[in-house]
């Protein structure tokens, strides 16, 4: 008799506690994210850097983080490392239109401009710079000017990377391809750099060179724009509004292309990045076209190699792909004076690291290291050093950039034509459709 | 002491005065039902309405307008301009047939494929396990591992594929490579890793066949053949719909397989819809434009499912 109706008003007692632990776990969850959002800030002795780099970068990047947390104590320093690409400018974006950006950020020289008119970015002013020993002519001049927007600074660059060329020090000897010194004799103009290609073939029975084409459109466009830029041609002009394309100098460079890889079998057509990168580090090719990046990778591998300047093959003045990386400070709805100087402080921190940073291949921007006689002694690195002021920077424009729908859209026609499967004159006519549309678009920004 | 002071008075409370109430609740049930039925639905339909709905009406709302990544708020007001746009896109255009040709690829081998295993995995007298729980495996797989190890085997000069053509004397395709042929072996890859899902349903859908049928067939002299035909394919045509009308949605929504493997390429040769999307959305910072884009595949998307349940739907009476 006592049973049933007390079950009845448990069950109810069970179901409003449980729907009032409901409501209250859900208040405590909105006042949580309620918290979040109306959060004015980190405090004040934190220092929030995102960046974007993994493997050996991302190593020697973690170096540079402690040491700063080892000589800046009082500082909590948040370092994030984000996948690089589209994921990272995404993020970057919408924390800093959501007024919760990092104080300081990775960003790639010809990435950095569209956040910067979409007014992401803090301009940084010469006296707030000089205070902490930035001066102009502290840093290499191509990668300073070239991150300039309408004259102003709003980005650091940290170094240069280019397109560099890598050889097998063993099977270059091999070919008789090495000076005296033990150094890749030099290659000058497009005979001697297909008789470099053809000699090492002999040598490895398969390949002369590598370079990614298969699901890889940045590879394909950094060759192609360092010997188009070589015949000194440009691909857009106007902040991207117009597209120059010239379509001689187009076909002169992808014939080359063609010639070494479906013509005489130089370059394998249709391999990838990673595979392309396998078979240089196995000794399948005595050269391999890459950014100077991979350092890390082929010193890893063991593999026999030294670096050096992707040759001069159309004999122009000497010009070579090239991005910088850069430091950016998001624009931020608490920024005061301690605040900005807190970042740049960290900025100086890692120029001041340029050893550390340098040795995974980039050519530092910081000229009181790029100067030094311990960048000299650091080798293969210096060996290319000259590529930092003969840098040739995607051009401007919303759709352009490392990553961006134009280097897809030049990558994609040049791989294709590497592959055999499309003909200059037919990637042309595709280039110039795409590049139309994209320039004509109104920026995002 | 306090619980005997609650438990006396309630009988009386309970039993005597709450009888006619009772009667008065369950004729008024079927409208009362409501609240408490949305009482315990609320946890979802606040995450659905966060989550789902409200982003979807966001970004409808956003495809109007020339919203940007880079910039706060909705931006300028561009009436149908996306839509336009896209419509007379040739890169819209391109990418929307990719996705139908892969769904083209796809679908018939993961149903086709799907039944026969699980035809012969019910049939097989010893370690049935062993083969149901072989045709699954794959499907487990997150799709980033599945587009790693297919990548190394499509690798030129060094993957297993290829260096087994090339022992086999046979010449080396571009698996990735060629534009002609890396939509098929994205379509390859698929099959091998989604076919566990379909098997499953059909594996259930064999089942639900009672047995007496089989029985009684062979007792009037029919073979496995004629089982298979005037049996169990009739029999498994409420499966058959059901797989069907999933895998095509399925194959639609194609896009981690594209990203990792070949980024859309060569040459965009294999650029889905959903990877167009995300080229305008977040590499170009369009997003406003790329609202337009996945709204118009969203229509699609529906008129094919749609599509598919009306045929069938005006098939079952018959089955």
Redesign the interface.
């Known amino acids: ?2 049973g049933p ?2 079950n ?2 448990t069950r109810r007692d069970v179901l409003r506690a449980t ?1 009032l632990g ?1 409501l209250a776990a859900t208040g405590a969850g909105c006042s949580a994210v309620g918290a979040g959002l109306l959060d004015t800030g980190p405090a004040p002795g934190t220092l929030a850097y995102w960046n974007l780099f993994g493997g050996g970068d991302g190593v020697r990047m973690q170096q540079m983080e402690d040491s700063y947390r080892a000589a800046n104590q009082a500082i909590d320093l948040q370092a994030v490392t984000l996948a690089w690409g ?2 990272y400018y ?1 993020k970057l ?2 924390a800093t ?2 007024d919760r950006p990092p104080d300081v950020a990775v960003s790639h020289l010809t990435r950095m401009k ?2 910067a ?4 970015l803090q301009e940084l002013e010469p006296e707030d710079l000089a205070r902490h020993g930035m001066t102009a002519g502290n840093f290499n001049r191509r990668a300073w000017e070239a991150g300039l927007v309408d004259g102003k600074a709003y980005a650091i660059p940290i170094d240069t990377h280019p397109f560099v060329l890598f050889y097998n020090t063993e099977i270059c000897a091999e070919a008789g391809l090495l000076d005296a010194t033990g150094k890749l004799s030099p290659i000058k103009g497009a005979d001697q750099f297909v008789d470099a290609l053809t000699k090492a073939k002999q040598v490895t029975g ?1 390949y002369g060179a590598t370079h990614g ?5 940045a590879s394909p466009w950094r060759l192609f724009q360092t010997l188009y830029a070589q015949l000194g041609g440009e691909v857009l002009a106007d902040e991207g509004t117009r597209v120059v394309l010239d379509d001689d100098k187009t076909k002169q460079v992808l014939d080359f292309l063609r010639l070494l890889t479906v013509e005489k079998g130089l370059m ?5 990045y ?2 392309a990168i ?2 240089f580090a196995t000794g ?1 090719a005595g050269f391999h076209l890459n950014g100077e990046w991979e350092i890390s990778t082929f010193q890893a591998a063991k593999t026999p190699f030294s670096m050096t300047l992707v040759p001069n093959i159309f004999g122009g003045d000497y010009a070579v792909q090239a991005d910088s990386h850069c430091l950016v400070l998001p624009v931020r709805p608490d920024q005061d004076r301690a605040r900005l100087d807190l970042a740049l402080g960290f900025v100086r921190s890692m120029l001041d690291q340029s050893r550390t940073w340098a040795e995974g291949g980039h050519v530092p921007a910081w000229q009181p290291f790029a100067r030094s006689e311990a960048y000299r002694q650091l080798t293969p690195q210096s060996e290319y050093a000259a590529a930092a002021d003969a840098a040739v920077y995607d051009p401007p424009g ?2 352009s950039g490392s ?3 134009f280097e ?1 859209v030049m990558g ?2 040049v ?2 034509v590497e ?1 055999g ?2 003909s200059a004159t037919a990637a042309i006519a ?1 280039i110039r ?2 590049l139309s ?2 320039a004509s ?2 920026p ?2 | 002491m306090a619980s005997v002071e609650t438990t006396i008075p309630e009988p009386t409370r309970v039993t005597s005065p709450e009888r006619p109430p009772t009667r008065a609740k369950r004729e008024a049930q079927p409208r009362g039902h409501g609240r408490p039925a949305l009482l315990f639905l609320a946890p979802f339909l606040a995450l659905y309405l966060l989550f789902i709905v409200g982003p979807a009406l966001y970004g409808l709302v956003m495809s109007f307008f020339d919203t940007s990544m880079v910039t706060s708020g909705f931006g300028q007001f561009a009436g149908l301009d996306n839509y336009a746009e896209a419509l007379t896109s040739s890169d819209f255009w391109a990418a929307l047939w990719h996705t139908i040709w892969f769904t083209i690829l796809t679908t018939p081998p993961l149903i086709v494929l799907a039944l026969v295993f699980a035809l012969l995995a019910e049939r097989a007298s010893r370690a049935r396990w062993f083969f149901r729980l072989a045709f699954f495996l794959p499907y487990i797989l997150p799709s980033a591992v599945v587009a790693l190890i297919w990548v190394w085997m499509y690798t030129p000069a060094l993957g297993l594929l290829s260096r087994t053509m090339t022992a086999l004397g046979l010449a080396e395709p571009n698996w990735l490579g060629d534009p002609d042929l890396a939509m098929v072996s994205l379509a390859i890859t698929t099959v091998w890793w989604t076919l566990g899902f379909n098997f499953v349903l059909y594996l259930a859908g064999l089942q639900d066949i009672p047995r007496d049928l089989y029985e009684a067939s062979a007792i009037d002299g029919a073979g496995p053949w004629q089982q298979i035909r005037m049996i169990t394919l009739p029999l498994l045509a409420r499966t058959t719909s059901l797989v069907v009308v999933l895998q095509i949605i399925a194959s639609m929504k194609v896009f981690d397989q594209m990203y990792i493997m070949t980024q859309g390429g060569p040459n965009f040769a294999t650029r889905s819809l959903l990877q167009y999307v995300f080229d305008v959305g977040f590499t170009d910072f369009r997003t406003g434009y790329a609202a337009a884009a996945s709204t118009l595949f969203f229509v699609v998307v529906l008129a094919v499912s749609t599509g598919w349940l009306v045929m069938t739907r005006r098939q079952e009476p018959e089955l």
């Open positions: 008799m006592i109706p007390r009845a008003l729907l409901a589209n994921p995404t974006a919408l239109v959501g569209t956040l008119a979409g007014n992401l398969r084409i298969n699901s890889d459109t394998p057509g249709s391999v990838d990673q595979g396998a078979l399948a919303w759709y990553g961006s729908n897809n994609g026609a791989g294709a592959a499967g499309m595709q459709s795409k549309h994209l678009t109104a995002p920004a």
